[in-house]
T-cell receptor, first 111, second 116 residues
Framework: DAKTTQPNSMESNEEEPVHLPCNHS???????IHWYRQLPSQGPEYVIH???SNVNNRMASLAIAEDRKSSTLILHRATLRDAAVYYC????????????FGTGTRLQVFP | GAVVSQHPSWVICKSGTSVKIECRSL??????MFWYRQFPKQSLMLMAT?????????EQGVEKDKFLINHASLTLSTLTVTSAHPEDSSFYIC????????????FGDGTRLSIL
């Protein structure tokens, strides 16, 4: 399985943008880049995913490097509710593929 | 949309008891459901993958006779922890997906299992 590397932790102040990096140098051409986050004592929550082009939704933006070996999750204005562990995961396009969670990045947001 | 409901959210029981956890996709048909376990301060560990109407595929090191998975319909999967012991105490989380692996997984809120 192609692996991802993320910083263990990051900090941000409320209302500021947050850029969460993810390296995936062994990504294959058919791997999608998925981001999930997990708030304390809850199940993970889907954030965004993409293949080659940058993606935007109501929660975040995903910027994918041209060579696809890295990506960045962008939270445009952090809120206290965004404090969570963020997971960057590669998934193949086959029907039987599964999510393998790494250690993720713990984001702290300060008021 | 894409809501996954997990029940119960919290259970405490005596050692030796079997415990059943339900996972339902409320507003979509889930072609595949997954079961995870998470110990305190650790990441999620995939236990098994189940497709409706077929036997679950267990990850290496997960005892299939200990953790029974049934996926009888496109909206319901159950995990039964048989003869539970204190070391089985954990946070169990299910997820469901429709379509291909390119589609997101939608997670339940988890079941905290405590075995006394």
């Amino acid at each position: 399985d192609a692996k991802t590397t993320q910083p263990n932790s990051m900090e941000s102040n409320e209302e500021e943008p947050v850029h969460l990096p993810c390296n995936h140098s062994t990504i294959s051409g058919t791997d999608y880049i998925h981001w999930y986050r997990q708030l304390p004592s809850q199940g993970p929550e889907y954030v965004i995913h993409g293949l080659t082009s940058n993606v935007n939704n109501r929660m975040a933006s995903l910027a994918i490097a041209e060579d696809r070996k890295s990506s960045t999750l962008i939270l445009h204005r952090a809120t206290l509710r965004d404090a969570a562990v963020y997971y960057c995961i590669l998934r193949g396009a086959g029907n039987t593929d599964k999510l393998i969670f790494g250690t993720g990045t713990r984001l702290q947001v300060f008021p | 949309g894409a809501v996954v409901s997990q029940h119960p959210s919290w259970v405490i029981c005596k050692s030796g008891t079997s415990v059943k956890i339900e996972c339902r996709s409320l507003d979509f048909q889930a072609t595949t459901m997954f079961w995870y376990r998470q110990f305190p301060k650790q990441s999620l560990m995939l236990m098994a993958t189940s497709n409706e109407g077929s036997k679950a595929t267990y990850e290496q090191g997960v005892e299939k006779d200990k953790f029974l998975i049934n996926h009888a319909s496109l909206t319901l999967s159950t995990l039964t922890v048989t003869s539970a012991h204190p070391e089985d105490s954990s946070f169990y989380i299910c997820s469901a997906r429709m379509g291909t692996a390119a589609q997101p997984q939608h997670f339940g809120d988890g079941t905290r299992l405590s075995i006394l």
